[in-house]
């Protein structure tokens, strides 16, 4: 566990990473994504962004009536360790969904799209109520989707998701869920995880591969969430770090 002191040391450092400028590297590799993405004929990115769409909304409007209530007491530290453990659990789940639909080969990799999923959208859902967030209530749902764009983006994307939810309580009065932009948060989405996920359909190595990338995938939105509600729990104590 840690002290407020260090947790907001830590999203101090945080805050910095977040609101750095796209590196060289990360200039190119959008530069291929988008050259990548413009092969495909527009009715395929419409199809896609759609189930896409479907797919998110449905775990998010049924696991609200599974997940447990709010939190109501208990300090950072305490909540902070139930959510590591509850990161562990989930992180564990994810690398075992992903080596056995690796070691299925085609077919079952294919598979592990949706399920894999499922299994980050439930856990930001945990991790909402275990720092005391009501999940049944939209703007948190949306800011849990918030979450996973920036956990799952380039640089660029990842900086303008940032300052939403920096500003948290503005962009929950102005975003609706015909505004969001789905059609940037599939495409990110997949973009990000092609690379970590592609070998995972090899025959012999998807197992191993599967297991591996999942297990980073869920450690790395475990942890993201942790500092985005840190960044909401120090803003309604009047201790928000300078975004700048």
């Known amino acids: 566990m840690l002290p407020d002191s260090q947790a907001l040391t830590e999203l101090r450092t945080w805050q910095r990473r977040m609101q750095q400028k796209p590196t060289l590297l990360n200039r190119v590799t959008r530069r291929v994504q988008a050259r ?5 004929p527009e009715k395929v990115h419409v199809a896609i962004t759609v189930a896409i769409q479907k797919m998110v909304q449905g775990v998010l409007f049924g696991s609200k009536h599974t997940t447990q209530r709010p939190v109501q007491e208990g300090t950072l530290e305490e909540r902070e360790e139930r959510v590591r453990a509850r990161i562990r659990a989930y992180r564990n789940t994810a690398a075992l969904e992903g080596g056995v639909t690796g070691a299925g080969g085609f077919l079952l990799g294919l598979a592990d799209f949706p399920l894999l999923l499922s299994i980050k959208l439930k856990l930001l859902f945990d991790i909402a109520a275990l720092y005391g967030h009501d999940v049944r209530s939209f703007p948190e749902r949306l800011y849990l989707l918030h979450i996973f764009q920036l956990a799952f983006s380039s640089q660029h994307t990842r900086r303008e998701t940032y ?3 920096a500003g ?12 969001f932009d789905w059609r940037t948060f599939q495409q990110e989405y997949r973009d990000y995880i092609d690379l970590a996920k592609l070998a995972q359909l090899v025959p012999v190595i998807g197992a191993a591969v599967g297991a591996v990338a999942n297990y980073r995938l869920l450690v790395q939105l475990g942890e993201t969430a942790i500092m985005c509600y840190r960044l909401r729990w120090f803003a309604e104590q009047g201790r928000l770090p300078d975004q700048a």
Request: glycine share 0%.
């Open 36 to 40: 990548l993405n413009a092969l495909l």
């Open 163 to 165: 300052r939403q939810l």
């Open 168 to 179: 948290w309580p503005t962009t929950a009065a102005t975003v609706t869920a015909e505004l």
